[in-house]
């Protein structure tokens, strides 16, 4: 019988997501032997489709939560520090400015909040905003901005490349386009084995739920019952010559940041609401290139190289689910939105938890426990 000193012999990351990276890479490094399972290929999922902003100032419903944010922002630059920061870790801040006073009155009485709560905030005029921080936004004169200088993106796909090449260096397994189909069970309810899509059945003694939007349906595998919300987004990408941005930014309509070479992502969560309405992907991609275009007039010469409408990961009640659930030895849970943001201190403290059994503090509020009912049958 395993101690809790003694290394497990083999876990199965579910799910090769930023999550799933974030957690494996850590076990890795730690000595435990590490099996990454993906359905498609790494990084592929919802991590590759995410507007990718690293931040703590939208996370304000509850203070244990932002709380995480925050340690989930300092664990992104200790991870940058550990395995360098090139072509995934951008730290340029993050402006926001309203489109009415309402709407401003909130974000400045947001601002004040975070700014006694210890986060770095600057308040100025746009004019200034635009001269100091980005000259090709449309950044009316007159508005207050918001800027938050600790503030971050990262380009999800990479970090989940670089991660799992770090971990596959150093003797972990992965098996890209192939499913996880069950999960076999002993005497005791623990975790045994995994059944995978090409036929084969592997023998586990943990396994990490870390499949994104496809969380319910594995956490089904073990009977139990993860409720989580349905909340589509979608996301486009833009081609141009020069990328005209230099950090994410809010404005009132739409969401843009970088992405890299020659490449911008646009989100909004108007167009979001249209999803349901049955609109085509490449006419919410158009709405959203309009609205691009309106605060970012460079725009004008991008087009849109491609556009996806993806699931958000959220548990029912709204935030992260992760840790053991003790009534199947063996079965972890890493299933959060703004999974970018705190993929690196999920993966440090669910590597701790399952390498020490030992339950950290900060994840008090977010434990699968709290959904606690088991289903009759996995979901189909
Ligand atoms: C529009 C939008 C905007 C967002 N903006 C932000 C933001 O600005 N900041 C932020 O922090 N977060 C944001 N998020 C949330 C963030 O992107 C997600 O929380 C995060 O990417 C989730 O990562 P993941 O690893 O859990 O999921 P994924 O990246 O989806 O990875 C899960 C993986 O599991 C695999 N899988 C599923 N089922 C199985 C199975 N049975 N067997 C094997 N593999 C399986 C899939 O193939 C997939 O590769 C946004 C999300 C959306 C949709």
Redesign the pocket.
């Known amino acids: 019988m395993r101690t809790s000193v003694e290394l497990p012999r083999r876990v199965a990351v579910?799910?090769?997501?930023?999550?799933?990276?974030c957690v494996g890479w850590n076990l890795s490094r730690q000595g435990a032997q590490v099996i990454f399972?993906?359905?498609?290929?790494?990084?592929?999922?919802?991590?590759?489709?995410?507007?990718?902003?690293?931040?703590a100032s939208n996370k304000t419903v509850r203070r244990s939560y932002f709380d995480l944010n925050v340690a989930?922002m300092a664990a992104h630059r200790d991870l940058a520090d550990a395995i360098g920061p090139d072509s995934w870790w951008y730290p340029s801040g993050h402006l926001r400015w309203a489109g009415d006073a309402a709407a401003e009155t909130k974000l400045l009485e947001t601002a004040e909040l975070l700014a006694g709560w210890g986060y770095g905030v600057e308040v100025c005029p746009g004019a200034e905003a635009r001269r100091r921080l980005d000259p090709a936004v449309a950044i009316p004169g007159e508005v207050s901005v918001v800027f938050y200088p600790d503030e971050a993106?990262v380009h999800?796909r990479r970090l989940?490349g670089r991660l799992v090449g770090l971990a596959v260096a150093a003797g972990a397994e992965l098996r890209s386009d192939?499913?996880?189909?069950d999960i076999g069970t002993g005497a005791d309810g623990g975790v045994r084995t995994v059944g995978l899509?090409d036929g084969s059945r592997l023998d586990v003694d943990i396994v990490v739920n870390?499949?994104?939007?496809?969380?319910a349906?594995?956490a089904g595998l073990v009977d139990r019952r993860l409720p989580m919300r349905r909340?589509?987004?979608?996301?486009a990408r833009v081609g141009c010559a020069q990328v005209p941005v230099r950090r994410?930014l809010h404005a009132p309509r739409i969401?843009i940041r970088p992405d890299g070479d020659g490449s911008v992502v646009l989100?909004s969560r108007e167009v979001?609401a249209l999803i349901d309405t049955g609109e085509e992907p490449a006419e919410l991609a158009r709405l959203l290139h309009d609205m691009g275009q309106q605060v970012v007039p460079g725009l004008g010469d991008s087009r849109v190289t491609a556009a996806r409408v993806?699931?958000?990961?959220i548990p029912a009640d709204g935030f992260p689910s992760v840790g053991a659930v003790p009534s199947v030895p063996g079965y972890y849970e890493?299933?959060?939105?703004?999974?970018?943001?705190?993929?690196p201190v999920i993966g440090r403290l669910l590597a701790a938890e399952i390498l020490s059994g030992k339950r950290d503090a900060m994840l008090a509020d977010f434990r699968p426990e709290r959904f606690r009912a088991h289903t009759s049958h996995p979901p189909g």
Do not use: C, K, M, Y
């Open positions: 579910i799910g090769v997501g930023v999550l799933g990276a399972l993906d359905a498609d290929r790494p990084g592929e999922g919802v991590t590759n489709w995410s507007f990718s902003w690293v931040n989930g993106w999800g989940v192939t499913a996880v189909r899509s870390a499949a994104g939007p496809g969380a349906r594995v909340e589509p987004g979608v996301v994410p969401e989100h979001d993806a699931n958000r990961p890493a299933v959060s939105h703004s999974g970018i943001t705190l993929g």
